[in-house]
């Protein structure tokens, strides 16, 4: 049982390290509301764009953005 529970940890991490790489590499993904027709001019989403950031990406500025504000 220690046995899976320890492999299924190793898979956890493998898959948000891969993911946090994925965001770091690629933070822009398409957008969601825009997706089968493409561009939206009207979309207020992705203002337009058709490329809205990541979760991952999002987090990464929020905990940035509250370290930064913390700190000075």
């Excluded at 027709?37 to 929020?62: E, F, H, I, S």
């Amino acid at each position: 049982m220690a046995t899976l529970i320890a492999l299924l940890v190793l898979c956890l991490l493998f898959v948000t390290f891969s993911y946090i790489g994925f965001c770091l590499a690629s933070p822009w993904g398409t957008c969601l509301r825009c997706r089968p027709g493409g561009k939206n001019r009207t979309c207020r989403a992705c203002d337009g764009t058709g490329m809205r950031p990541r979760l991952g990406w999002q987090l990464y500025v929020y905990a940035r953005r509250l370290y930064r504000d913390g700190t000075h």
